[in-house]
């Protein structure tokens, strides 16, 4: 079982950073893809970004250029780092670890705001 605990959301003003981190408990973090989605009000859930146990990165095309996820294995912990935050990046983020499906595990999620 892999407990995921996030932090680092918050207010920001558009055009402002801010990065989340989520840490892992246990010892198999450093085998497990890791990444976030997101979740709008009154929208479904969003992929965001993900990366692979070997650390390669993917992203949706809307943060592409401005999110950047990273993983520290030996500190079990993964990193989305945002730049350029807009608006429409307001939602309550979710980190994931593991593949789709009932193995996957969550974080408590996180609310990202950002003011225009």
């Known amino acids: 079982q892999v407990q995921l605990v996030e932090s680092g959301g918050g207010l920001v003003q558009a055009g402002g950073s801010l990065r989340l981190s989520c840490a892992a408990s246990g010892n198999t973090f450093s085998i497990l893809s890791v990444g976030w989605y997101r979740q709008a009000p009154d929208k479904q859930r969003e992929w965001v970004t993900g990366i692979s146990a070997g650390g390669d990165p993917v992203y949706t095309n809307s943060v592409k250029g401005r999110f950047t996820i990273s993983r520290d294995n030996a500190k079990n912990t993964a990193y989305l780092q945002m730049d350029s935050l807009q608006p429409d990046d307001t939602a309550v983020y979710y980190c994931?670890?593991?593949?789709?499906?009932?193995?996957?595990?969550w974080g408590q999620g996180t609310q990202v705001t950002v003011s225009s």
């Open positions: 994931y670890a593991g593949p789709a499906g009932p193995r996957r595990f």
